[in-house]
């Protein structure tokens, strides 16, 4: 996780229900030094209720729009987003 995450690497866990993703994600965002590291986390939970617009809405709200279209995390700083149980919202039509 460490390399993937230090490196911009996108990754996806799966597996059964119970079999310790969520604790292991977690585990590891908790231990990362914000300022040594200069990675920020958030974890969002998603449910059967959240939407496009609403998941959208979360990510924008901890990041910056830095200019025209162009949005990150603050000056010097890595985002990290732990987006848990993404198989639950309502397809929307």
Do not use: C, H, W
């Not at 993703?21 to 958030?42: C, Q």
């Amino acid at each position: 996780l460490d390399k993937l995450a230090k490196n911009g690497k996108y990754a996806m866990l799966v597996g059964n229900a119970g079999t310790g993703k969520t604790e292991i994600i977690k585990n590891y965002l908790n231990s990362l030094d914000k300022d040594a590291d200069g990675m920020l986390s958030k974890n969002i939970v998603m449910s059967y209720y959240t939407s496009s617009f609403s998941l959208q809405s979360e990510i924008e709200g901890y990041i910056d729009k830095r200019s025209g279209n162009i949005f990150g995390p603050p000056m010097g700083k890595k985002m990290v987003f732990f987006i848990d149980d993404m198989n639950l919202p309502y397809v929307e039509t």
